[in-house]
């Protein structure tokens, strides 16, 4: 199966610098060679723009949130449902931005389940704070999060959810944020893959996230157990993003 690259591109860009930065990306000959399966993730606004823009090419799209119902009296959310009529197919779920918010892991648990029931494919964001990883907690922080998100989930395909590991202490947005070594996430995946699969009953997709740039993305990518990148800054720069993607 191919490797991913999911473009996180947050609340950075107008609605008019998203639809331009994707016709720009719709057209980049890199782009249309990459052997990788291409995603961007604009804000909710821009999804129809940006929708539009790439139908029919090989760049996915994805959105940043969803609600946890399809339909109802929820002020300031979007549905699932709605977005899918956008022809995406991937949500991004539970980021640590959003978990700084005041996202708890009982929402995002049902976020998953609403999101999976309109066939779109969760991207559900985990990572350790960096209080965990010093006290040497890391894997078992992971593996009660897993509990808590999946607990009575079963997958039909491994395919149908993805797994993004975001150590928080290393996202950009994160002061003196630095990359996890790829060596290191590689077998902190192969962990998440297998808690992961005792829980679901399938194996699914682990990507990583958290200071991906041009000069690492690669060496990430050559791990056995890292099925692909999920990345915010980084993506923002048309050519970065270019050289992530070849
Ligand atoms: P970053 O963000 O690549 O800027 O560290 C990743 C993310 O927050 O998804």
Redesign the pocket.
Known sequence: MKKIIIA?WKMQLTYQQAEAYAKRLRLSTAIKKSKLELVVCPDHLSLPGVSAVLRRSQIGLGAQNAAHLDRGPQTGEISPRDLKSLELKYVILG?SERRLLGERPSLIAAKVRSVLAQGLKPVVCIGEKLLDKESGETRRYLSQELRRLFSGLKLKRATDLIIAY?PVWA???FHQ?RALSPFEANSIHEYIKQRAAKILGKTPRVIY????NGDNAAEFLRQTHVSGL?????SLDFDVFIKICQ
Do not use: K
């Not at 999920?230 to 980084?234: H, N």
């Open positions: 996180n980021h975001e996202i950009s947005s944020a996230g958290g200071s991906v999920l990345v915010g800054a980084a």
